[in-house]
């Protein structure tokens, strides 16, 4: 089997522009959560919307996955100094 030129090159672009699309099984290893919940989170605006890759195949960009996961724990870092106060407690 042959690979076409652009295909070769979308292959190429891809490993420089470091854009990467995570399927589901990825996404869930990372997050955790049920495909239905990522769904409903999508819908409320809460979670990155996938990219349509065919018929019946999305992904979602590693980078708005990481993103996400990021604001995760600085929310767990607000909450927590909120509990205490913000002060350091010995």
């Given at each position: 089997m042959t690979l076409s030129k652009s295909?070769?090159?979308a292959a190429n672009f891809n490993s420089t522009s470091h854009v990467?699309?995570?399927?589901?099984?990825?996404?869930?290893g990372r997050v955790g959560f049920c495909r239905s919940y990522v769904?409903?989170?999508?819908?409320?605006?809460?979670?990155?919307?996938?990219?349509?890759?065919?018929?019946r195949a999305s992904g979602w960009l590693e980078?708005?996955?990481?993103?996400?996961?990021?604001?995760r724990i600085k929310l767990r870092a607000t909450?927590?100094?909120?509990?205490?106060?913000?002060?350091?407690?010995?």
């Open positions: 295909y070769l090159e990467n699309i995570q399927r589901w099984p990825v996404v869930f769904h409903l989170l999508i819908s409320k605006g809460e979670f990155p919307r996938p990219i349509k890759l065919g018929q980078s708005e996955i990481d993103s996400w996961l990021e604001d909450a927590c100094e909120n509990k205490t106060g913000g002060a350091d407690h010995e």
